[in-house]
């Protein structure tokens, strides 16, 4: 018997009334329609398919990109009395076939799976016996190539249609283009269909771009006024731990959290967050898809996102319980030059990939025809050295030939052996005394690689070897014996990597099959940098404008409380006749430096040392030798 999803609703969450389009997506599942719904973050996407679910006989299968966000559903379902499973990584195979039978025999309600799962036989033919009555795609935008977050495992999807074509599909996500949208309809087959769309508008959120060179000072200063959480969001693990320490020192509690980091850690540093031990962590994206914490204050961009999917999605976690947040994105000039060359200048274009292919082929001596499904040995570096490669488009060549089938890499091919050094300066030097066959070495990665004392550092051994004249071989046995004696921590990635050929040798015929494809791809990611730069530096139209119509929704009114709406606000008659009284009644009090006196207004900065200048101008003010401004 089929049970009302008011009464649901009620019931497991404690809501007397859906919000947004809840209602009409949960409705139109009921009914048997695929949906695609498109709905802002946290928008409360999981009630759409959860509800529903509960509401009729059998399991709902759910495909999630993040082990961290199956597991926060799945223990939010169990704290509610619900029975749900997730089959995360790491568990053996006899488990994953107990699971997968109390799917079939024990009740259970849902089943949260990652998309490489559909890839397993036995879960698909396990899924074939369930009593399913809903798919739910998450993050529905990783299934289309024209989304910021391709993930080409997300088109294994389309088997759960085969396996199960009366069953209604329900594809949720947060980012989403026109483009995108229709990807995701042509991919899951979509029969009888409705489309969602919610605003994607957070009008309790403050969107701000601050221009800074000294971006560690305004990140403490911004960390510091902040009452609530904050989270702080970089591109890079070890700036992560740079700027956790940082901001440690300067008496703001904070943590860090990374991809590189154990399970344990994880699962450590996100409960002192959770739980208000800690104000701020500093993480990368890795950092926030699941986590629903209400009371985020304040997000904060330390380096440009490379698309504005990304940076939305990740911006809106603050203030999720309506209350005034901020988002602030801190850059400079040289950040803008930054973003375009970690972003597009390691793109490999057609001819670049076409002579990877070819190289490869050459490397192991494959015949034109030949190859297919065989196994093979590599030394990145080695073969990199071999034909005069550069070494990053030449991974990014190796991962779109993976990504489109013509080879297959290895999981450690994605990694990189990394160093700490675990004895201090003086303890080191002392070792070095007494062995001074390894100081080349050592000393080779001390100036080549900052931070080796405090992180755990990437290196490039092939690198070392050609600066020290030593052969890698050689450089890889030194790090050994390092460890071995204590004074480094190292984690050794085996370069001797294997390579699967999945189809035969036909050269140039073989990369244009999917050779528009990257064309598109590359100009997509182009055209992602531009909006996201053209973002920033459009300072004449409301922030929250800007990105509500890059989503395609349009909106008459502006926010009023972005940067450039407070400007516009700031250049009205009293704005300008009570700042001037403001600074003056300030340095009455004392002398203050242009710093001391931002953070004691309530005005944009450029608006403050503007009027410093007229008041200067004027003869009212004077700087003194300290900096300080003074009254005359």
């Known amino acids: 018997m089929e049970k009302r999803p008011g009464e649901l609703l009620q019931r497991y969450w404690g809501f007397s009334e859906f919000k947004g389009s809840q209602e009409d997506i949960i409705e139109g599942v009921l009914n048997g329609e695929d949906i695609l719904a498109l709905l802002p973050t946290g928008g409360g996407k999981s009630i759409c398919f959860q509800v529903p679910a509960l509401a009729r006989e059998g399991i709902c299968i759910v495909i999630s990109p993040l082990i961290a966000l199956m597991k926060n559903q799945v223990d939010s379902l169990k704290q509610r009395g619900i029975k749900a499973i997730a089959l995360t990584g790491g568990i053996r195979f006899e488990e994953v076939s107990d699971l997968l039978d109390n799917c079939i025999y024990g009740n259970y309600k849902f089943l949260y799976l990652s998309p490489e799962r559909l890839k397993q036989e036995m879960v698909l033919e396990r899924i074939h016996r369930m009593n399913v009555n809903l798919v739910a795609i998450d993050e529905a935008h990783c299934i289309s190539q024209w989304g910021h977050d391709f993930r080409p495992a997300y088109l294994e999807c389309s088997k759960l249609r085969e396996l199960h074509p009366d069953v209604p599909f329900l594809a949720l996500t947060a980012t989403a283009t026109e483009k995108v949208a229709q990807d995701i309809i042509e ?82 540093k996100l409960n002192l967050w959770l739980g208000n031990k800690v104000k701020t962590i500093v ?64 793109l490999p274009d057609i001819s670049f990939l076409k002579k990877v292919y070819n190289k490869l082929n050459n490397y192991f001596q494959i015949p034109y025809g030949g190859g297919s499904n065989e196994a093979y040995p590599l030394n990145f570096n080695t073969f990199c050295n071999t034909y005069q490669l550069n070494t990053i488009l030449t991974y990014n060549a190796m991962r779109i030939l993976d990504l489109n089938s013509v080879i297959s890499l290895s999981e450690s091919f994605f990694r990189t052996s990394t160093i700490r050094f675990l004895a201090n300066k003086q303890q080191t030097f002392e070792y070095l005394e007494k062995n001074r066959v390894l100081a080349d070495v050592v000393q080779t990665l001390l100036r080549t690689y900052g931070g080796v004392f405090d992180f755990d550092t990437k290196i490039n051994t092939d690198l070392v070897s050609k600066k020290t004249g030593q052969s890698e071989e050689k450089v890889i046995q030194i790090l050994h014996q390092l460890q071995k004696d204590g004074i480094i921590a190292y984690n050794a990635v085996n370069q001797d990597l294997n390579i699967l050929f999945l189809v035969p040798r036909e050269d140039d015929s073989t990369i244009n099959v999917f050779a528009k494809n990257v064309k598109e791809q590359n100009r997509i990611k182009q055209e992602n940098v531009d909006h996201m730069l053209r973002y920033i530096n459009t300072d004449s139209r409301c922030r929250n404008r800007q990105l509500l119509a890059y989503f395609g929704e349009k909106r008459k009114k502006d926010c009023g409380i972005c940067d450039v709406c407070l400007e516009s606000a700031s250049k009205s008659a009293e704005g300008l006749e009570s700042l001037p009284k403001k600074i003056l009644t300030l340095l009455r009090e004392k002398k203050r430096t242009s710093r001391q006196l931002i953070e004691a207004l309530a005005y944009e900065e450029e608006r403050i040392l503007k009027v410093i200048g007229y008041l200067l101008e004027d003869g009212e003010i004077r700087i003194n030798t300290k900096n300080e401004y003074e009254l005359m």
């Open 283 to 346: 993480a990368t994206n890795a950092f926030g898809m699941g986590i629903d914490k209400p009371d985020v204050e304040l997000v904060l961009h330390y380096q440009i996102p490379d698309c504005l999917e990304n940076y939305f999605q990740e911006a809106g976690r603050a203030g999720r319980d309506g209350k005034a947040a901020k988002a602030i994105l801190i850059t400079n000039k040289a950040d803008e030059k930054q973003v375009r060359n970690q972003f597009l200048s390691v």
């Open 187 to 268: 991919n899951l087959e979509f029969k009888k269909h409705s489309i969602f769309k919610d605003s994607f508008a957070r009008d309790n959120i403050a969107f701000t771009v601050i221009w800074e060179e000294d971006k560690r000072y305004r990140l403490k200063q911004l960390c510091a006024k902040a009452q609530k959480s904050t989270i702080v969001y970089v591109r890079t693990r070890r700036l992560t731990e740079e700027l956790s320490n940082y901001l440690n020192e300067n008496t703001i509690s904070t943590t860090f959290f990374h991809g590189g980091i154990s399970n344990t850690e994880k699962e450590k």
